[in-house]
């Protein structure tokens, strides 16, 4: 239908972004056309780069383009105490608030049955393996003495938080889940960083 196979075939690759509709893939597609060349040329190269430097830490399974990233390997951190969140952005967000000081472990979403997200497609087993003590043949130093549980404060988030805190139970370590300045139903990512420190702050023992 457009008179070149090549427009076509970007606006098929446009079309599986998330929430592009076929219209908006067409007008971004139309875009990159008009736009100036460098412009156009620039977007493919960060998308190049992005995907050739830039992969997941195999420890935290945050983003890093050195494995593992510099949050797994700064000896400032305090290697004691992880903070478990759903996403890369959230680790972002605590970083914005400059108030903590241990390590993350990225999960990679949050359990909801909705979405079919269940708890092998999350990096659970990975924090196992984080939190396994050497003497059981874990990697780590079995230095991980608190984790505190810093997923999303809505039905997804709670339900991984629970999920986890039953989980961890039984390693005798202590399990604390941030406080609820966190407005219910919203994302940790758009909370403001006084808020988000105050979470942190508050933090209260799983029981
Ligand atoms: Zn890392």
Redesign the pocket.
Same mark, same amino acid.
């Given at each position: 239908m457009y008179s070149s196979k090549y427009l076509e075939l970007l606006i098929e690759e446009l079309v599986k972004l998330p929430s592009i509709g076929h219209k908006s893939a067409q007008r971004l597609a139309l875009h990159l056309l008009r736009a100036p060349r460098e412009d156009a040329l620039r977007l493919a190269e960060a998308i190049r780069a992005v995907r050739e430097r830039v992969a997941f %830490?195999t420890? %935290?399974?945050?983003f890093?383009e050195q494995d593992? %990233?510099p949050? %797994?390997v700064d000896p400032e951190r305090d290697s004691t105490v992880v903070c478990v969140v759903e996403q890369p952005v959230d680790v972002l967000a605590f970083e914005r608030t400059g108030r903590f000081k241990g390590r993350?472990h990225v999960l990679g979403g949050a359990l909801s049955p909705l979405d079919g997200t269940s708890p092998e497609d999350l990096r659970i087993r990975e924090l196992l393996e984080r939190l396994r003590p050497p003497e059981d043949g874990g990697e780590a130093a079995g230095e991980i003495r608190e984790v505190i549980l810093a997923t999303n404060p809505n039905v997804a988030g709670e339900a991984t938080a629970l999920y986890l805190s039953r989980l961890l139970e039984p390693l005798g370590l202590r399990v604390t889940r941030i406080a609820r300045g966190v407005p219910m139903g919203s994302d940790l990512e758009y909370s403001d960083q006084v808020t988000l420190a105050r979470a942190l702050e508050g933090r209260r023992e799983v029981e």
């Open positions: %830490c420890v %935290c399974g945050n890093t593992p %990233c949050l %797994c993350y």
